[in-house]
């Protein structure tokens, strides 16, 4: 059995969204008992991670860690079509992952006690990004 689902999420801007509780929603509407749950975002300049959801500090110290690795504005960039946070954001999206998989059992999302599915806009302005949930298994 097959399953998909298209999340629309508005961003605020830089910084993450939590996704746990849309994905875990898909789900359960699947009712998919046992199998696996791919994320995907269709954008080039933000990205998935699965992360530390009880402290909100780990967002910020990684994108405190991005922005040493990847500067907004930096003169090595030739692209900066859409401003100086353009070709940041493709970099980051590059170092970071655009999909992810997550086992199911027992119709749940196996994630660990501490871990959370998390949009990262490596934007600026805020986006509506499109997100697909595709969950595979058996009932």
């Known amino acids: 059995m097959v399953f998909r689902e298209l999340l629309r999420i508005q961003t605020r801007g830089r910084g993450f969204e939590s996704l746990t509780e849309r994905v875990a929603n898909v789900v359960s509407t699947a009712r998919i008992d046992n199998g696996l749950c791919n994320v995907f975002v269709r954008h ?3 990205s998935l991670l699965i992360s530390e ?3 909100p ?7 405190s860690f991005m922005q040493r690795i990847a500067p907004d504005g930096s003169p090595d960039y030739e692209h900066d079509a859409e401003g100086p946070d353009d070709m940041p954001a493709h970099i980051r999206s590059v ?4 999909t992810l998989s997550v086992p199911i059992a027992d119709g ?4 660990g006690t501490w871990q959370g599915i998390y949009l990262w806009e490596h934007r600026h302005r805020g986006h509506s990004r499109e997100v697909i949930v595709t969950v595979v298994g058996e009932r």
């Open 44 to 46: 080039t300049s933000a």
């Open 57 to 63: 500090a780990v967002g910020r110290d990684l994108e």
């Open 95 to 98: 170092l970071t992952n655009t």
């Open 108 to 111: 749940r999302l196996m994630l």
């Open 53 to 55: 959801n009880a402290d």
